[in-house]
């Protein structure tokens, strides 16, 4: 099994940087991918970015430029990175595990971060 534990949220100013933190343990060699999403007041969940265990990556429309998704130690520990904080960047951030199935084939649960709050003032 894995559990992951998100950190790094708080109150920032427009135009700060902020760098948030997935810490992973358990199982983790299961893990395939990892995945940062969030979800603003009143909305519903968004994917943000995405990192693979070969290091590739990918973002979303309105993530890219001003986000940076990136690891240590294959998936041990997943950041990101935000750049040039904006008032439409407060949310609740969330780090989502993707999970390989087992070697013989049966599929196994994926795992969310219980989550970290970002606050954006002006």
């Known amino acids: 099994q894995v559990q992951l534990v998100d950190s790094g949220g708080g109150s920032v100013q427009a135009g700060e940087s902020l760098r948030l933190a997935c810490a992973a343990s358990?199982?983790?060699?299961?893990?395939?991918?990892i995945r940062w999403y969030r979800q603003a007041t009143g909305a519903g969940r968004e994917l943000v970015a995405e990192?693979?265990?070969?290091?590739?990556?990918r973002y979303s429309e309105a993530a890219e430029g001003r986000f940076a998704i990136s690891s240590d130690n294959g998936l041990n520990t997943v950041y990101l990175y935000l750049k040039n904080a904006r008032l439409q960047d407060a949310a609740a951030y969330y780090c989502?595990?993707?999970?390989?199935?087992?070697?013989?084939?049966?599929?196994?649960?994926?795992?969310w971060g219980q989550g970290t709050q970002v606050t954006v003032s002006s």
């Open positions: 358990g199982n983790i060699r299961s893990i395939d991918r």
């Open positions: 990192i693979e265990r070969d290091g590739s990556t």
């Open positions: 989502y595990a993707v999970i390989g199935p087992t070697p013989w084939g049966e599929r196994r649960p994926n795992i």
